[in-house]
DNA sequence: CGGCCGTTTGAATGTTGTCAAGTACGGTGG
DNA sequence: CCACCGTACTTGACAACATTCAAACGGCCG
């Protein structure tokens, strides 16, 4: 729980900035989104890592379309405490419709890099492109899932629970960023006490749990580097339901694009989350070394 | 952590059950929205308290918009702990886009009135009505906010803290669902194990909790009824930032609806929140006895 | 090298959960 | 009218899990 705003942002805006680094790793989807959503948005803006986006008590007229980076959505009481909220990925819509106010704040956890998108132009979305619209809403739907299953999470699990949800969720929606590749143990770009303001957990007990976590030979979290080691006890530590994994899987990028993608419906759900978790290419291993 | 999930709902579809019952208290908010939306439901469909309306697993091809009625969203696991993820009020859309499976259950903690919305009609809403399509957007969205201000909650509140913010929500949410009309107390149909449901907490801590809340003059919650006797206390020992407390106004009905309606936006917030939990009106004053 | 940040570990403390027994209320049936 | 029952709530004693405090370690960077 420290206090963590530290870093004003800086505002650069500048136009289409991300086509500059378009060789960079992020996601297609959030990619081909992004180029749908072109004629709406006003420009991308870069932030650097631990800058914040948008604070608590803010009253903005845009909502942002995330195309590149880690962005943390955090509460932060006055006397310190911290809960995090959500961890976005690339393709997430950080969205406040208009007359909101924020009510909870943002920073990036990598340089990100969002577009911008003004509220006038989110009613021409939705007037003139309605697919696009309810494809929003979606995401947003999406989102409150998540948070949903968060809450219970953090309601109802025990910390070893929590952080094995945590960690297979990250997991599990990192992965999903490039559908059909696939890689073996990822660059989370958290410390403990990150973990423990999303699990509602302290760094120290987060700390303890990690270690009880490596011993068992499940999950290994060092120098920001996320290496499953047993899918199967993971699954099974998280205690998660098998619908509620599945719908990491879908949820995230896009309804469509995803949909006829590899996955055949009338496999076990428990084997099809399993087989995402498990099953390794050799492609784009290289990604392993980067960043 | 009972079972719950007992009763299994009868599901009697009638078209516009609800214009049958006008008469009764629902919000006024909600009536417009439902009219609105008229053209776009398949009918009506009754709940009755205790039913599921939907449960974990299912995949839907519908969307429901909740007229009347106090409905609880929740996730149980296996082992019967419970997470109550959510309060749904009268005007709530309990929505689960195309291709979604629901990740969680929903059961009528009062006899309920939903109408029925048909996917294939949804694409028809956000092409020929985007304006409602925006709302229904921007509702899901506050359903989001309301959920991170739960993970705050729980995640980094002591159990005083937790109980008060919740309460004090519920009032306030309520309360708002007759703009302009007030109300002292209200009939809360909760048990305390649905508030420990939904704050993370044991039932038999929830007892403890409440009974210093009402030893310390703070809020009395007997019999299903509650009574708020303290708002400045209240609202202190809730810890709520006043952005936070005042999204719960202007969000949950319409945007529109409230903006203009009293809210004089140069008050400083903090006046504001406690206007709104401690006005008080004579007229419907008739509600306190019924239900 | 020194300082900083993030992590690790142990010991003491504390909040909350669990168990168990008892109370209060409302409904039902004699 | 009363006895009986079930459900919800209350209360105390105890246990468990997680927090806090404190000290020490390790890598990284100036």
């Given at each position: 729980?420290?206090?963590?705003?530290?870093?004003?942002?800086?505002?650069?805006?500048?136009?289409?900035?991300?086509?500059?680094?378009?060789?960079?790793l992020y996601a297609e989807c959030a990619q081909e989104m992004s180029r749908t959503m072109v004629k709406y948005k006003a420009g991308d803006r870069k932030i650097d890592a631990g800058c914040d986006l948008f604070s608590l008590g803010e009253r903005r007229n845009t909502i942002f379309y995330l195309v590149n980076g880690w962005v943390a959505l955090y509460k932060l009481h006055e006397d310190g405490r911290r809960q995090i909220l959500h961890f976005a990925l690339p393709g997430a819509v950080l969205a406040f419709f208009p007359g909101q106010v924020m009510t909870y704040s943002a920073q990036a956890l990598t340089s990100a890099i969002v577009s911008?998108?003004?509220?006038?132009?989110?009613?021409?979305?939705?007037?003139?492109?309605?697919?696009?619209?309810?494809?929003?809403?979606?995401?947003?739907?999406?989102?409150?899932?998540?948070?949903?299953?968060?809450?219970?999470?953090?309601?109802?699990?025990?910390?070893?629970?929590r952080v094995a949800h945590l960690l297979l969720e990250l997991f599990i929606r990192y992965r999903m960023q490039w559908p059909g590749?696939?890689?073996?143990?990822?660059?989370?770009?958290?410390?403990?006490?990150?973990?423990?303001?999303?699990?509602?957990?302290?760094?120290?007990?987060?700390?303890?749990?990690l270690r009880n976590l490596g011993k068992d030979g499940i999950?290994?979290?060092?120098?920001?580097?996320?290496?499953?080691?047993?899918?199967?006890?993971?699954?099974?530590?998280?205690?998660?339901?098998?619908?509620?994994?599945?719908?990491?899987?879908?949820?995230?990028?896009?309804?469509?694009?995803?949909?006829?993608?590899?996955a055949a419906t009338n496999i076990p759900i428990a084997v099809r989350i399993k087989q995402i978790v498990t099953v390794r290419f050799s492609r784009h291993s290289e990604w392993r070394g980067k960043q």
């Open positions: 729980m420290t206090s963590f705003a530290q870093a004003p942002s800086k505002i650069p805006i500048d136009r289409h900035i991300y086509h500059a680094s378009t060789d960079d911008v998108i003004p509220h006038r132009n989110l009613y021409s979305v939705f007037r003139d492109d309605p697919e696009i619209g309810m494809r929003l809403a979606s995401l947003v739907s999406s989102d409150r899932n998540l948070a949903y299953d968060h809450l219970f999470a953090i309601g109802r699990q025990s910390a070893r629970e590749h696939c890689i073996e143990d990822m660059h989370l770009p958290l410390t403990q006490e990150h973990i423990g303001d999303a699990t509602g957990l302290s760094s120290v007990h987060v700390s303890r749990v999950v290994e979290f060092h120098y920001k580097r996320l290496r499953i080691l047993n899918p199967d006890k993971l699954i099974d530590v998280a205690g998660i339901d098998p619908h509620i994994a599945l719908s990491w899987v879908k949820d995230v990028p896009s309804i469509n694009a995803t949909a006829g993608h590899q």
